[in-house]
Each structure stands twice: as C-alpha cells, then as structure tokens.
C-alpha cells in the first residue's frame, strides 16, 4: 500500500469554491441593509387619511378657479421663474405660491413664492431643478383657489396650468 499525503481542507479549492455564493449573498445583504437604514424612503405625505379628508376644500377651491376662467403660464430664464396669470379675478393678489413637487421623492420638492412686478406679472426665484416631470400647484396665499397641472422643465417646455379636472 502506498501512502497517500494528506493536504488540510483549506488549500483545497472546493470548499472555497463552495462558500463564494453564501458568503457573497451576506455581504450584498449588509450592503442593502446599510442602504435602507441610511436613505430616507421620503413619503410623499405623512398623514395621508387626513389629507383624503381634506379633499373637499381642495375640490371648492379648483371649482373658484374654473369660475373665474383662471390659467397660467410660466417659463424658466436662469434661475428666476417668470408667471403669467388670466382670468377674471375681482382681486389681483399681489403674491402666489407656486408648488412644485416630485411624485415620488419628497426631496425634490420646491415652493416658490411669487410677487407681482409693475407690468403684471409674477416674478420668483427657483433652485435648480431635475430633470423629472413635477406636479405644479398655483394659488394665492390665502388659498382661495388653485390651478394646477403637470411639468417636465428640462425638456424646456412652458409651463401651462387651469383648473383641475
């Protein structure tokens, strides 16, 4: 009989062979793991129930805006937004609000405030937006009515907004 020499099992290349995929799978699992605990999901709204209550002011404010025929249109030059408002209104405020807000990050989100300048229209300063498409909300301060639609700035288009449907 001739006497084999034994090798241990770790210079082998089997057994490591063996443990690339479990220990790999572990290594991708605290990769993900870090990632949930670390970023922020970013709900769109916290307390959504109590927002679905609120939807009727929401639906009397976009029936005063239809009423009085309002629409806007709006259009970005550097880093200020120039807003255009018509309509038969029985008082011209001198500030809006206009909201522009991420569907899905709540990170994105933007508020500007608008003034009116001496020919009329509604000036404001905007930071840099993404290239996405937002949800545009225009109304006064007071929130007499609103106008809203949908926006995809880097594509350069003008923003358009009307009483919602």
């Not at 790999?24 to 990632?35: C, D, E, N, P, Y």
């Not at 009397?60 to 309002?70: N, P, S, V």
């Not at 038969?88 to 991420?102: C, Y």
């Amino acid at each position: 009989m001739q006497a084999t020499s034994q090798i241990p099992w770790y210079r082998e290349r089997w057994p490591w062979l063996l443990a690339i995929m479990p220990v790999t799978s572990i290594i991708v699992g605290f990769a993900f793991l870090w990632a949930a605990i670390k970023t922020n999901d970013g709900l769109v709204s916290d307390d959504y129930y109590k927002d679905g209550l609120a939807i009727n002011k929401i639906i009397e404010r976009d029936e005063a805006a239809r009423r009085y025929h309002l629409s806007a249109a709006a259009q970005i030059k550097g880093s200020s937004i120039i807003l255009q408002l018509s309509g038969n209104l029985p008082a011209i405020p001198d500030s809006l609000r206009l909201t522009l807000a991420h569907p899905t990050r709540e990170g994105f989100d933007h508020s500007v405030l608008l003034k009116r300048n001496q020919v009329g229209a509604y000036e404001g300063t905007v930071q840099k937006l993404i290239s996405a498409r937002y949800d545009v909300i225009l109304e006064p301060l007071t929130g007499a009515w609103r106008v809203a639609g949908q926006w995809h700035p880097a594509d350069g288009e003008m923003l358009k907004l009307g009483p919602s449907t």
